[in-house]
Nanobody
Framework: QVQLVESGGGLVQAGGSLRLSCAAS????????MGWFRQAPGKERELITA????????YYADSVKGRFTISRDNAKNTVYLQMNSLKPEDTAVYYC????????????WGQGTQVTVSS
């Protein structure tokens, strides 16, 4: 089992920044790829960024590319999402998730944190 707890959400004006954190406990964090998903009201949950277990080759959805940055600190069992130049359409519940490196299924999820961007 891997337990994930997100923090750092809140209300911010358009153009502002937020940094989300996701603290992991349980099984060895460094063996897991990590991702951030978001779900806006009335929309499906979407993967916006992911980072492999060792860092390096990250993925970004087009909607966040150039504005969001994912990073991880395996010594602290934490993954981060730095969000800059926020837009009202970034408003959503943000979830972190973990999957065993080499697999395709996201097995573990946090409870989510609300991000609201006002215009």
């Amino acid at each position: 089992q891997v337990q994930l707890v997100e923090s750092g959400g809140g209300l911010v004006q358009a153009g502002g920044s937020l940094r989300l954190s996701c603290a992991a406990s349980g099984r060895t964090f460094r063996n897991y790829a990590m991702g951030w998903f978001r779900q806006a009201p009335g929309k499906e949950r979407e993967l916006i960024t992911a980072i492999p277990s060792s860092g390096g080759d990250t993925y970004y959805a087009d909607s966040v590319k150039g504005r969001f940055t994912i990073s991880r600190d395996n010594a602290k069992n934490t993954v981060y999402l730095q969000m800059n130049s926020l837009k009202p359409e970034d408003t959503a519940v943000y979830y972190c998730a973990a999957r065993a490196q080499g697999t395709t299924r996201w097995d573990y999820w946090g409870q989510g944190t609300q991000v609201t961007v006002s215009s």
